[in-house]
């Protein structure tokens, strides 16, 4: 079958021992039925050894294509591999509530695991992006049995990821809600839709009011997609039982993250990880070049995975292995030059450098200067438009090419002069952007870029937050000092290259448009346009912050 041939060239790829025919047996489609009656369809990927552990896999994407092949991968090293479709997906009953039902419906399964006649008594879970929520939502009242957790481009809490700088996340929750309708249709016009480069997507990222959106990409309405244009607010009740942060710190598990650069998730995942670590555990964090689709991601995701599983699960493991024996942390460190590096803790030690916006679109680590602020118009109904970085959809994301969007009239950008030496930044990356605004309502974006020698503005790392009246106090002039976090990053400037930090009032449509109203989320249809000025004087120093840190030599990769 295509998937065991598969299968064994993966094993062969990675280096793992051959896949011998007959080593794996599996059973498709079994009823495990969940306390209110509703039957989860699961499969199970059975060893040929006695007294084997468990992996469990929990997925809202169907049991096909690479999840076969993780299921006989791990089958084949002495695994039970049991992949079980969310409920309301690939033949599960019920209807798909995102993040609703995972925690009963994994502790359900949990129980008829320890019913099975093959049940060891060891669980280990994998999971990416949703699966990984699954796990989260399961592993604090796993109990002992949970030995291991590999988490990949996956967090606890979705709230921030979702409304991201108290924006909202558009191109993410409706590609996703897209992504998710799509497993429904007849895969002929799914792939005529994907051929046609999913217009009906594209043009319900363009459409207002948003409430209408989902139907827009879909012919439907999607109720999760509906939910969340209403329960904006930091405050909802709604979200407080589908974050299950304050269950990181009570997993006693062995934990690794793998995640990337670009990946949507990520400052939520090393959220988790200071989480685990502030707990007293030691996770493993594993960062790449890599987006939420990469395919190095999926490789390395397998290759850390299995390792940690095989460490973590083995009954009796060797009187000489020692569990720290790779480094905490292993993070790719992007740009000219850079390459793997090996740490003992994330963030690493670095000292935190202002490089100030200045006059004439300058950019230098000297203190401001007296000067007058530059000014843009930021109209929604031609709004800025986001281009690569942490998408949901890999072929779009990651690193582009900077210089279409800043050469619109509605993009600030600071320069800095050639750099004489490389200069190697580790850490969460911050500005203060000091901002006049005609109206109340507005966004204020930055983005981080790598201008190389041939004049190309690669970006690196970027944020956005969203303003209304009294989230942040102005002063007698009327100025605001609104803080960006952006997403963090390691990435080497070499030499000869140049620093570049955009300011713009929006990034759509990653974030959605701000109308510049006011009006909720979902209804809103007014579009206003206006001013914004920011401001670069002594009183007013607006700046990007970034954690500098020595060179290191690279290592071997991954």
């Keep these: 079958m295509p998937d065991r041939l598969a299968a064994r060239l993966a094993a062969a790829a990675l280096r793992l021992p051959p896949i011998r025919p007959g080593s794996v047996r599996v059973s498709r489609d079994i009823p495990v039925r969940a306390r209110d009656g509703v039957v989860l369809r699961t499969d199970h990927y059975a060893p040929a050894v006695r007294d084997a552990p468990t992996v469990l896999i929990r997925t809202p994407y169907g049991r096909g294509g690479p999840l076969r092949l993780l299921g006989r991968l791990l089958a084949a090293r002495g695994r039970h591999a049991v992949i079980q479709s969310c409920r309301g997906t690939d033949g599960s009953g019920g209807t798909f509530a995102p993040l609703v039902h995972e925690r009963d419906d994994g502790l359900d399964t949990l129980e008829w695991l320890r019913h099975q006649p093959w049940w060891a008594g060891r669980l280990g879970m994998f999971g990416v992006s949703y699966q990984g929520f699954a796990q989260w939502a399961l592993a604090a009242d796993a109990g002992e049995e949970l030995r291991a957790m590999v988490a990949v481009v996956t967090a606890s809490a979705t709230r921030d990821s979702t409304y991201a700088g108290e924006s909202f996340a558009l191109d993410t929750v409706l590609t996703w809600a897209e992504l998710l309708h799509a497993q429904t249709v007849p895969w002929l016009a799914r792939q005529w839709e994907l051929k046609r480069g999913q217009p009906r997507l594209a043009a319900a990222l363009r459409h207002l009011p948003l409430v209408d959106a989902d139907r827009v990409a879909t012919g439907v309405t999607i109720p999760f997609f509906q939910e969340w244009l209403?329960?904006?607010?930091?405050?909802?009740?709604?979200?407080?039982t589908r974050v299950f942060a304050d269950r990181v710190a009570r997993v006693r598990a062995p934990v690794v993250m793998v995640t990337g650069w670009h990946d949507i998730f990520l400052p939520a995942q090393l959220d988790d990880h200071a989480t685990l670590r502030a707990a007293g555990a030691q996770p493993r964090l594993v960062i790449g070049?890599?987006?939420?689709?990469?395919?190095?991601?999926?490789?390395?995701?397998?290759?850390?995975?299995?390792?940690w599983l095989d460490e973590h699960l083995t009954a009796t493991p060797p009187a000489d292995e020692d569990p720290l024996r790779k480094a905490p942390v292993r993070l790719h460190v992007s740009g000219p030059g850079g390459g793997w590096r090996d740490l003992p803790a994330w963030p690493p030690p670095a000292v935190e450098t202002p490089w100030h916006l200045h006059p004439g679109g300058e950019l230098a680590v000297r203190p401001p200067v007296t000067s007058e602020p530059d000014g843009f118009r930021?109209?929604?109904?031609?709004?800025?438009?986001?281009?690569?970085?942490?998408?949901?959809?890999?072929?779009?994301?990651?690193?582009?090419?900077?210089?279409?969007?800043?050469?619109?009239?509605?993009?600030?950008?600071?320069t800095s002069a050639p750099l004489t030496g490389p200069v190697e930044v580790i850490g969460p990356v911050r500005a203060e952007i000091h901002v006049r605004s005609e109206l109340p309502y507005l966004d204020v974006f930055v983005r981080l870029c790598d201008v190389d020698r041939r004049g190309r503005s690669w970006n690196v790392c970027d944020g956005l937050v969203r303003v209304t009246p009294d989230r942040f106090p102005a002063d007698p002039s009327g100025t605001l000092r609104v803080p960006v976090p952006l997403w963090p990053t390691a990435y080497r400037f070499a030499a000869g290259h140049r620093l570049r930090v955009q300011v713009s009032g929006g990034a759509h449509p990653r974030w959605a448009r701000n109308p510049g109203t006011g009006e909720p989320l979902g209804t809103a249809v007014t579009l206003r346009a206006g001013w914004r000025q920011v401001l670069h004087d002594p009183a007013h120093p607006s700046a990007l912050l970034l954690p500098i840190v020595h060179s290191a030599p690279a290592q071997p990769p991954i």
């Design 289 to 307: 070049p890599w987006t939420h689709g990469s395919p190095g991601l999926f490789v390395a995701a397998l290759s850390e995975g299995l390792a």
């Design 230 to 240: 209403r329960h904006h607010s930091p405050d909802a009740v709604y979200w407080r």
């Design 378 to 414: 930021y109209d929604p109904a031609d709004p800025t438009p986001s281009l690569g970085g942490p998408l949901l959809v890999a072929q779009r994301a990651g690193p582009v090419d900077n210089r279409p969007v800043e050469a619109r009239p509605d993009v600030l950008t600071y």
